[in-house]
C-alpha cells in the first residue's frame, strides 16, 4: 500500500505537540481523545493550545 501524503505530514507536524493532542478531551466525548490532524493544524495556527 503506498503511503498517504497526508500522514506524512500528521506525523512531521505532531512532533513536540502529540502529548497535548492526544489528551482525554473529557470522560463522556466520543471519540474520548483528540489526535486528529485537524486540532495539530489549527493549534499551529492560532499558536495556541486549549481543550475543547
Known sequence: MRANP???K?????SG???V???PRS???NPPY???LG???FF????ALFYV
Not at 500528521?10 to 505532531?14: A, K, P, S
Open 17 to 19: 505537540f502529540a502529548r
Open 44 to 47: 499551529i495556527k492560532n499558536n
Open 21 to 23: 493532542w492526544c489528551e
Open 6 to 8: 497526508a500522514l506524512r
Open 27 to 29: 470522560a463522556g466525548c
Open 34 to 36: 483528540a489526535c486528529t
Open 39 to 41: 486540532f495539530e493544524i
Open 10 to 14: 500528521h506525523r512531521v507536524l505532531r
